[in-house]
């Protein structure tokens, strides 16, 4: 009813202004034609929505034509679900008459126009800008501000945000932090927006925290050079060599996103408000349980882990390693370490060198010098032994050779 009710009254409205001469609509009075060019933004009612084009009464002699595409900056949506009949919107003029002698506009382009210069004047005045999230592309969100603003994925939160596509519907306060007019570009940063909302906080943490504290967080990223904890409102970092007393390849081998651990406070910078972390510093130390319970000259079994050119690395507790040089793999000269044990094989050594400061162990296969003596003294006996063994029996033969010619002689 409404409906039929609104295209009477727009067709009588037509009727008072408009006539038809020779099978073309022209005005009654010429002085009632709107002046406009390409360019200029027009107000006007909806007359009629389609599936891909809806048509606008600007008060001009024929209708404007404003293609689905051009309605609004959100791609796919339904006429619709955009605008009513009745309607009134604001559209550009892109062409006053093209090829068919029709009057084309676009609605998104008037509404980009009108927004350039709001969000031109948020930037400068360093104000917030707030829509919603229509679409996740590749890098980042769009967000409806009247126009189409970029929000970049590592701008969306203060922490990594994984799934994007949780964002899709939600209002986003932003800070507009580029504008480039000659691209329509606009980037966006909500993450300005969250640190300026915890920038007091911030500071009272800083503040709160002193070199030496042992203090609780949570896991928030990792990256190759180590793994990144919230300690309620601020990230610290825990650099990858801070991470174990054991050689770490990837902040993955010990930590997990999510996982709370317990941390201690290396160097708080407030002035660039950057915080560095320990984990092993939490936890004992392999190599301090070594060295309170090994002494030189004990003997202690480990694995070889390595070979290298000077020797042979030796792993006597986990995360604690021994070197067998090798000079010290065998009494003999050795080429190469491989010539008397392998990666893999299980040895025991006997430490000769304990170095706590520069955290070094130092091994030996060889014996020790009171047993390389002894064996060297029992193999000069065992080589006296074997010279008297053919003079005794020499004389044993002669003694009976000459007690059988006596009895010869007897005879």
Same mark, same amino acid.
């Given at each position: 009813m409404t409906e039929t009710s609104n295209r009477v009254s727009h067709e009588q409205s037509m009727r008072?202004?408009?006539?038809?001469?020779?099978?073309?609509?022209?005005?009654?009075?010429?002085?009632?034609? *709107?002046?406009?060019?390409?360019?200029?933004?027009?107000?006007?009612?909806?007359?009629? *929505?389609? /599936?891909?084009?809806?048509?606008?009464? %600007?008060?001009?002699?024929?209708?404007?034509? *404003?293609?689905?595409?051009?309605?609004?900056?959100?791609?796919?949506?339904?006429? /619709?679900?955009?605008?009513?009949?009745?309607?009134?919107?604001?559209?550009?003029?892109?062409?006053?008459?093209? @090829?068919?002698?029709?009057?084309?506009?676009?609605?998104?382009?008037?509404?980009?126009?009108?927004?350039?210069?709001? *969000?031109?004047?948020?930037?400068?005045?360093?104000?917030?800008?707030?829509?919603?999230?229509?679409?996740?592309?590749?890098?980042?969100?769009?967000?409806? %501000?009247?126009?189409?603003?970029?929000?970049? @994925?590592?701008?969306?939160?203060?922490?990594?945000v994984r799934n994007l596509e949780e964002y899709l519907g939600r209002r986003l306060e932003c800070k507009v932090i580029e504008l480039n007019r000659s691209r329509n570009n606009v980037v966006l940063s909500r993450r300005a927006v969250l640190e300026e909302e915890r920038k007091e906080e911030r500071e009272r943490i800083l503040n709160s925290l002193n070199e030496g504290d042992i203090v609780k967080g949570t896991v928030s990223n990792l990256v190759d050079f180590g793994a990144f904890v919230d300690l309620d409102g601020i990230d610290g970092l825990i650099h990858i060599s801070e991470l174990s007393w054991n050689h770490v390849d990837h902040p993955s081998e010990v930590v997990q996103v999510g996982e709370e651990v317990e941390v201690k406070v290396l160097e708080v910078d407030r002035e660039r408000e950057r915080i560095s972390l320990g984990l092993k510093q939490t936890r004992k130390d392999p190599w301090q349980e070594v060295v309170e319970r090994v002494n030189v000259g004990d003997v202690i079994h480990g694995r070889v882990t390595k070979l290298v050119s000077f020797g042979a690395f030796v792993e006597v507790a986990e995360g604690v390693e021994g070197l067998i040089h090798i000079s010290?793999?065998?009494?003999?000269?050795?080429?190469?370490?491989?010539?008397?044990?392998?990666?893999?094989?299980?040895?025991?050594?006997?430490?000769?060198?304990?170095?706590?400061?520069?955290?070094?162990?130092?091994?030996?296969?060889?014996?020790?010098?009171?047993?390389r003596e002894e064996r060297r003294r029992e193999e000069r006996r065992r080589e006296e032994r074997e010279e008297r063994r053919p003079r005794e029996?020499?004389?044993?033969?002669?003694?009976?050779?000459?007690? /059988?010619?006596?009895?010869?002689?007897?005879?």
């Open positions: 008072d202004f408009f006539r038809e001469e020779n099978g073309e609509i022209v005005p009654v009075d010429e002085s009632v034609l *709107i002046d406009f060019q390409d360019g200029d933004i027009v107000e006007g009612e909806v007359v009629r *929505i389609d /599936k891909d084009e809806v048509l606008v009464d %600007i008060g001009y002699k024929s209708e404007g034509l *404003i293609p689905a595409n051009e309605l609004t900056i959100r791609k796919g949506a339904d006429p /619709k679900d955009v605008v009513e009949l009745g309607q009134r919107i604001e559209a550009l003029v892109l062409q006053k008459e093209d @090829a068919d002698g029709r009057l084309i506009l676009s609605a998104k382009r008037a509404a980009f126009e009108r927004a350039w210069n709001k *969000i031109e004047e948020a930037y400068r005045e360093q104000r917030n800008v707030e829509g919603p999230v229509i679409e996740v592309v590749k890098g980042g969100l769009i967000l409806d %501000i009247g126009l189409r603003g970029f929000l970049p @994925a590592s701008l969306v939160d203060i922490r990594r010290e793999l065998a009494e003999h000269h050795v080429e190469t370490p491989d010539e008397i044990v392998r990666s893999g094989d299980e040895v025991d050594a006997r430490v000769i060198d304990v170095d706590p400061r520069r955290r070094r162990l130092s091994l030996s296969l060889r014996p020790k010098r009171e047993e029996s020499g004389l044993r033969t002669g003694a009976f050779d000459a007690l /059988k010619d006596l009895d010869l002689e007897e005879r």
